[in-house]
């Protein structure tokens, strides 16, 4: 039985007015992502770090989905079980959108984790102000809940395992540079990028000059200008 994987990024909150992170010179929200999405920042200045995704929550408490989120969210209900999304996004708008099983990768802005014991909890949209308790431990050395440059990804284990069940890969609003959506094309022969910009592959030895040419089909457009001529192809394809 066919069966889709999806990967998607930042591009595909843009249209609901949450920026990208590659398409600003390498600042995301004026911040210098090494200082405020890294390990190292984190040990550096806890507190501007915990302002930052503060921020970021505030922000997204306002944010509604848009035309994409809600057709991937139809499309979920309508091939129940066939379809696996996968997404980087940190933002809750596919959720807001109606969608029960999107598998965060970087983890989740609307929650907060535990150091010493490691149990998430959800705090919604409010502020993290330093007297947070762990409802499970007690602890009081809590964090945001996001994967940050320099710790493992636990939910990584999903993303190989949806590779090897699924028979189309469709990639939306990804530049590929945090998770290398090239070795994933690869290993499908049914694949679909979507990206309004076209992407240059990160290596000069590269014999393709640009991502796209890994995928069966390229839809250069923005997510929700290009949900028609992608729900064409899944149609064709979970026919098949
Ligand atoms: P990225 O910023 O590296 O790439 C975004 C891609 O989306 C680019 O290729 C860009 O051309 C494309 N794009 C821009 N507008 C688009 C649109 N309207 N429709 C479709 N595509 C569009 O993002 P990434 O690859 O997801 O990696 C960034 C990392 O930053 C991830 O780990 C993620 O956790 C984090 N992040 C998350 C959010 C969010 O949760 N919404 C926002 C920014 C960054």
Redesign the pocket.
Known sequence: MNKIMIL????????SG??????HNGL?ENHNVMEV?STQGWITNRSKVTHFYND?RRDLEFKKPNH?HKVLTQLEHDYRGRVIHL?????N?MEKAGAKDIIH???T?TDLRCEACTQIFNIDYAQQVGNEKCPHCGNTRIRHN??MFGEAAPEYTRLYQSIKESTLFIA????????DIIPIAKEFKHSIL????R?NTASTFDPHNYIDEYFEHFIQ????D?MEDMMDIIKEHMNQ
């Open positions: 998607s990024g930042a591009g595909l909150s843009a249209e949450i920026r990208t992170f590659r398409d995301w999405c970021r994409a997404t980087q996004n940190i933002d708008l990768l970087h983890g802005l996001v994967v939306i609003g990804t530049s590929g540079t945090v998770i979507i990206d309004p910009k992407q457009k923005k997510a929700g290009a």
